[in-house]
């Protein structure tokens, strides 16, 4: 039995958790049209990602998927933290606001929040996928002692064969290429920046577990040419980013269709971790950080939030986190079934060429 038939999908697609930008609405769209929704809930708490979960399963009786942030438990440091607030104060005055007096950490990792695994256990999803690395030995036998299929983020061979060490199911393969954060255990180890291609495709022949290919895949031709590889299903994100059941603003929309889709950049500066995102004023502040050391992820992130609603307040929309992989010049603007079908009919055609 192949993983989309365990979990119960008909069509070899996951749709991208995306915090803040992927819905429930969208989750249950995408797996009523026969593929794998999915809602993020890394950046709530056990009470916010109930209300999600229900919120899905009063608009699905297909699987959907439940993602969570596993991210090491981050340091404070108050004056890595002042300094970084400093250098950021002429940006907060500039839109007549002044920066936070403190930072503090907006999301709590998976690995360190037990009501969240007390819910899960009880609700039991049918797919739980982890980004930024695994939970405890103890959390993963909970879980799947309740019948749920466990999902984690690879990015490296190292981190795959940790995935399949700790008795995950699937492993979702995060090319370069992708949108958002970079799903790596350790931002500060050396990151090879494999290709999505090439990372499915070494993680196919290298390991036991089926893979899921994610990372600037955004239509029928490129599921198709993933599958090919051995890849079990591709995990699409940006591709759902226009949909309008998608959670994006007006600004990101606006941003995804213009020309700064051909100008993707990775940059740690919005959150403290590196993710890839549209090219705007924040990722330009690149050439300006020198060698500041940023306040931990999610720490770094308060910053982040708060300039954007600094900037936004004054009507600018340049400092927004408008995730986006490299395929970004393909994406189309239609409801989430409508481009889980027209997906699904360009990978039969892709693949039908190929035969």
Not at 265 to 270: I, S, W
Request: hydrophobic fraction near 50%; include cysteine.
């Amino acid at each position: 039995m192949t993983l989309m038939q365990r979990i119960g999908t008909d069509i070899p697609l996951v749709q991208a958790p995306m915090a803040g930008t992927s819905t429930p609405d969208m989750a249950a769209a995408v797996s009523n049209a026969g593929a794998l929704g999915s809602i993020a809930v890394g950046a709530t708490d056990a009470a916010g990602a109930r209300a999600m979960i229900a919120e899905t399963r009063a608009r699905t009786l297909r699987p959907f998927n439940v993602n969570l942030f596993v991210h090491r438990t981050p340091v404070a440091d108050p004056e890595r933290e002042t300094g970084w607030l400093d250098w950021m104060r002429s940006l907060f005055v500039e839109f007549g606001a002044e920066p936070p007096q403190a930072l503090q950490s907006p999301y709590t990792s998976f690995a360190d929040d037990a009501e969240m695994l007390a819910l899960l256990v009880e609700l039991a999803p049918p797919v739980v996928s982890f980004h930024f690395g695994l939970p405890g030995a103890e959390a993963i036998a909970a879980l799947r002692e309740q019948g749920v299929l466990l999902l984690a983020t690879a990015t490296s061979i190292e981190e795959a064969r940790a995935i399949e060490a700790a008795g995950i199911d699937g492993i979702v393969a995060q090319g370069i290429e992708a949108g958002g954060h970079r799903g790596m255990f350790d931002p500060g180890a050396f990151d090879a920046q494999l290709g999505t291609m090439a990372l499915t495709r070494l993680l196919v022949r290298e390991t036991r577990l089926p893979v899921i290919a994610a990372g600037g895949i955004m239509d029928g031709a490129g599921i198709a040419a993933a599958l090919d590889l051995g890849a079990a299903a591709a995990q699409l994100g940006t591709a759902f980013v226009l949909c309008p059941e998608s959670a994006a603003d007006e600004a990101y929309r606006a941003a995804l269709t213009g020309p700064g889709a051909w100008r993707t950049t990775l940059t740690p500066l919005v959150s403290g971790r590196p993710a890839r995102a549209l090219a705007n004023r924040f990722t330009a502040l690149s050439s300006e950080v020198g060698d500041r050391r940023m306040p931990d992820y999610p720490i770094a992130y308060h910053a982040g939030k708060a300039l954007n609603a600094a900037a936004k307040a004054r009507g600018e929309h340049g400092f927004g986190a408008q995730w986006a992989g490299q395929g970004a010049p393909l994406a189309r603007a239609m409801p989430a079934a409508e481009l889980v079908a027209t997906l699904a009919a360009e990978m039969r055609a892709a693949r039908g060429r190929g035969s």
